[in-house]
């Protein structure tokens, strides 16, 4: 059965504490249903088993966030892109959600939404690491279909959740303090200690973004070549052993056989084992202080609704150290 995991932690002074936050937004893209996700994942049992198998004092504030006393009253575009003020708002207050938990050496567990609100998740997370860490940077695993970098002008659909890596390491920036000009040098993460897994489905021009900037990406076809276990190997080798490790976990990056439940599905992507050994791998450097799950909509395509909620319960699980023997 299920035991609590035995790796040492390196980077967390409270490693069986878990901070979790509940995401309950859907603002950075446009299908309904995705705010609903954590309390699907919460009612199957996943606290649960994390507290009861896993051994984690689970510290969550047993409620969904879903911002709406912070939500702005009118929003039109800005630079192309959607709801700009609400996502900026909903993620500079769990960027410092998320600061609380990590500046206190808890692991951060977060249960989206759509993938817009890592910009609240890795900015806070980030600035708690070169706090806690005397200037340390935070390496980021980004595991996904798609690359997330888009930058406001170069986006097809102007939905944030498509951009969230192009803030979060400075090649989009905002001046304005209500559309993400809050986020600061301390918030942001270096384009080289970044690496994406599982990718499928890039733009032109964020191919041309990822060029640009030597930005290690492992695709579906680097994992058909040479198999997921040498992609990890490789991936964790470009982060280095010696750096802390949030994990942006995209349900999409599965394929839809076992995540049909999202909102922009791309066939050809990860089985549920390879997507749990990226998780059990990442835990097994003893480096990872965060996590994000991300894009899982239990209104579409409703009946595979279960499956893609085991999926992710599954993936969380095997990131805090669950493992099959
Ligand atoms: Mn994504």
Redesign the pocket.
Known sequence: MTQPSTIPQKFLTRPHELGVVAVGFSGGQCKPGVEAAPVALIASGLLEQLRDDLDYDVHYDNMVHNYTDIMPTSDSEYRNMKKPRAVSAVTQRLSEQAYEHAKQGKFVLTLGGD?SIAIGTISGIAKAIRERLEGRELAVIWV?A?A?INTPEISQSGNI?GMPVAFLTGLAKEENKDIFGWLEKEHLINVSKLVYIGLRDVDREEKKLLREHSIRAFSMHDIDRHGIGRVVEMALAHIGNDTPIHLSF?V?ALDPQWAPSTGTPVRGGLTLREGDFIAECVHQTGNLVGMDL??VNPSLETSGASDTIRTGCSLVRSALGDSLL
């Open positions: 993938h996904d798609h997330d959740h995209d999409d991300v894009e």
